[in-house]
């Protein structure tokens, strides 16, 4: 019953949760619980459950008329109802909202009502009150990790993961951070999903690659360096379209993560707890963003303008020995690295109090617009000349940049740009108002 999974894109009920449909998972946990059992949907949606299901009798979609026609059709006085789109909830919490009567402390649903509200249910459909919130005046609190709702197919493979960790001994917690649970930039439908997993064993699962299969079947998986030191995840493409990382994390780093700049950078801007018999949920509740870096005094600004510097003459060198593909790699790897920094330096120059991000996220909504517009010619073809050409428009936004960020901080540019210039072009001429590249 309920909605039109649009968010899902297909009918939840059919969607496979560690091997089982939604629909027929919700079909065994309440048996669990309850003595009579009725599925309530729609004949429309003709979805071929192995089990019959009642029509709810409405053209519209709402949970309150799965309610209304179960409550009708029940020979119970109290009927529990459970939605396809909680696959955490077990029987024993169901049992206990039937015994009080109630709904959990986060909502409506799942949860117990009474045949003799129905008048009510009735009236305030018959008002246009479609929600079921209030309804229920008796509350019970619950375990809110057992009741997940899955509006998408990230959420339902999250709640596949926080299934799977309970019933594993080597898994300890798992905790989703990134866009899946950010309070900023919250995912979208091309967002991956991250979940740490805290493991008496990480090399385990970082050798052996068949637990990932437990939610879904994957398409390619494979290892690869994490953010947050000498650990790795696990990256997992599954058939269904989830992008999944895996950072697998030994069961005591816990302990130490907040002192992880780059870790405190993301659990600070959300996470969610899936499964926990660490004591996370506490310790993670007061991480904090790591303040701004203070801004740069002169001796930053030149040891990172020397830098940059440096590696544009290497760049340059490079490409004149015919190493284009190196060239182009320090061009629009390295050199772009020193650039972002500077783009941050340059936006909290101008606003002190701009999110900068970290590592160049979102730098479409932070950095100086002309500095992006200028940025969309500094990248380079794999072609020799359009790598020249690339380096000096990247010198170019360098050097406008880092005059502006000095200005702005009450700096004085201590590099000599001219000299600096000279020596590139003594390597790599200019080429862009030039007929040849060599002299």
């Known amino acids: 019953m309920g909605g039109a999974s649009e968010r899902f894109g297909s009918p939840k009920a059919l969607a496979l949760f560690r091997g089982q449909t939604l629909a027929v998972r919700a079909w065994r946990v309440l048996h669990e619980a309850c003595e009579e059992v009725l599925a309530v949907g729609k004949d429309a949606d003709a979805l071929g459950l192995p089990f019959p299901v009642l029509d709810d009798g409405s053209g519209e979609r709402a949970p309150v008329f799965g309610v209304i026609a179960g409550l009708r059709a029940a020979s119970h ?146 290892l690869e360096p994490t953010a947050l030191g000498e650990r790795v995840e696990r990256r997992v493409l599954y058939d269904t379209g989830e992008d999944v990382d895996f950072p697998l994390l030994e069961a005591g780093a816990w302990e130490g993560l907040a002192a992880v700049p780059a870790a405190r950078r993301v659990i600070a801007r959300g996470y969610r707890v899936l499964h926990d018999e660490l004591g996370l949920a506490d310790a993670l509740a ?63 120059a101008l606003d002190p109090t701009v999110d900068t991000w970290h590592g160049g996220r979102f730098l479409e909504r932070w950095a100086d617009p002309g500095a992006l517009a200028a940025l969309e010619s500094a990248y380079a073809r794999y072609d020799l000349r359009d790598v020249a050409r690339a380096l000096w428009e990247t010198i170019d936004l360098w050097q406008g940049l880092e005059g502006e960020t000095a200005r702005r901080l009450g700096l004085r540019v201590e590099l000599d740009h001219a000299d600096l210039r000279r020596r590139v072009a003594e390597v790599v001429p200019d080429p862009r108002a030039a007929s040849t590249l060599w002299p």
């Open 286 to 348: 007061g991480v904090a963003l790591p303040g701004e870096d203070p801004p740069p005094d002169a001796a930053a600004l030149t040891e990172l303008a020397s830098d940059f510097w440096y590696h544009a003459l290497w760049a340059a060198r490079k490409l004149r020995r015919g190493e284009v593909f190196t060239a182009k790699g320090c061009l629009d790897g390295y050199l772009k690295e020193r650039l972002v920094t500077l783009l941050a330096w340059h936006a909290r």
């Open 77 to 222: 006085e109290t009927c529990v109802v459970l939605p396809v789109d909680c696959p955490l909830v077990t029987g024993e919490v169901l049992r206990a909202l039937g015994e009080a009567r109630a709904v959990p402390q986060t909502g409506p649903l799942p949860g117990a009502y009474r045949k003799d509200l129905l008048p009510e249910l009735e009236a305030r459909v018959a008002r246009g009150e479609l929600s079921l919130r209030g309804v229920s005046t008796s509350v019970l609190g619950v375990d809110e990790s057992r009741l997940l709702n899955v509006n998408t197919r990230s959420d339902l493979l999250a709640a596949a993961v926080a299934d799977w960790a309970r019933e594993r001994d080597d898994v300890r917690a798992a905790v989703v951070v990134g866009s899946q649970a950010r309070h900023d930039a919250p995912a979208d439908r091309w967002s991956d999903l991250d979940v740490l997993l805290f493991v008496n064993e990480p090399d385990r699962l970082a050798d052996d690659a068949t637990w990932v299969e437990a939610f879904g079947t994957p398409v390619l998986t494979f």
